[in-house]
T-cell receptor
Framework: AQSVTQLDSQVPVFEEAPVELRCNYSSSVSVYLFWYVQYPNQGLQLLLK??????LVKGINGFEAEFNKSQTSFHLRKPSVHISDTAEYFCAVTESGGSYIPTFGRGTSLIVHP | GAVVSQHPSWVICKSGTSVKIECRSLDFQATTMFWYRQFPKQSLMLMATSNEGSKATYEQGVEKDKFLINHASLTLSTLTVTSAHPEDSSFYIC????????????FGPGTRLTVL
């Protein structure tokens, strides 16, 4: 069974600074990886996904993530954050060839200060 | 495209009453719908998976008699919280999948349930 670890429960950062949100996964088979963003009292919105191919994935709102198979990681990055990026970010993984029901990490709260 | 709606967005009810939450896929047919529960500052907990026209599959520890799920059509699933109690207060999120190869899910905006 797969698992996801988001080591940082909270990441404070100043506006226009770069940010990296960490995600590590565990699985014995090939995986698909996702990052979602959740604004207060809203559902989840897909930021980006890795299915196959290029390990560097670009998503919406200027975010990107890199799949590193050897380190079993899928860290999310943005070179310059805005106040509006303040939200909860969830990493999720599904195993290919299975039920494709994703396992979510516990979430990382990104707090952007002016 | 790929919009999922939930209704109501928030509901307050008295203990002992039942509450129905609707989840609709507005511009695609959802072969599978998922219901999640989210506690404050926590991740999503999958409650059940439902396929159109068949019984829902509940996760371990989720009471199927308390959380009734009906997937009546390819665009509508409902979650009914029966005899609600204050401990059922939570944020309930549904998602819908068009059934592609990796079961991509599109999430609704969530429903905030408060049981007094």
């Amino acid at each position: 069974a797969q698992s996801v670890t988001q080591l940082d429960s909270q990441v404070p950062v100043f506006e226009e600074a770069p940010v990296e949100l960490r995600c590590n996964y565990s699985s014995s088979v090939s995986v698909y990886l996702f990052w979602y963003v959740q604004y207060p009292n809203q559902g989840l919105q897909l930021l980006l996904k890795y299915l196959s191919g290029s390990t560097l994935v670009k998503g919406i709102n200027g975010f990107e993530a890199e799949f590193n198979k050897s380190q079993t990681s899928f860290h999310l990055r943005k070179p310059s954050v805005h106040i509006s990026d303040t939200a909860e970010y969830f990493c999720a993984v599904t195993e290919s060839g299975g039920s494709y029901i994703p396992t979510f990490g516990r979430g990382t709260s990104l707090i952007v200060h002016p | 495209g790929a919009v999922v709606s939930q209704h109501p967005s928030w509901v307050i009810c008295k203990s002992g009453t039942s509450v129905k939450i609707e989840c609709r896929s507005l511009d695609f047919q959802a072969t599978t719908m998922f219901w999640y529960r989210q506690f404050p500052k926590q991740s999503l907990m999958l409650m059940a998976t439902s396929n159109e026209g068949s019984k829902a599959t509940y996760e371990q520890g989720v009471e199927k008699d308390k959380f009734l799920i009906n997937h009546a059509s390819l665009t509508l699933s409902t979650l009914t919280v029966t005899s609600a109690h204050p401990e059922d207060s939570s944020f309930y999120i549904c998602s819908a999948s068009p059934g592609n190869s990796y079961n991509e899910q599109f999430f609704g905006p969530g429903t905030r349930l408060t049981v007094l």
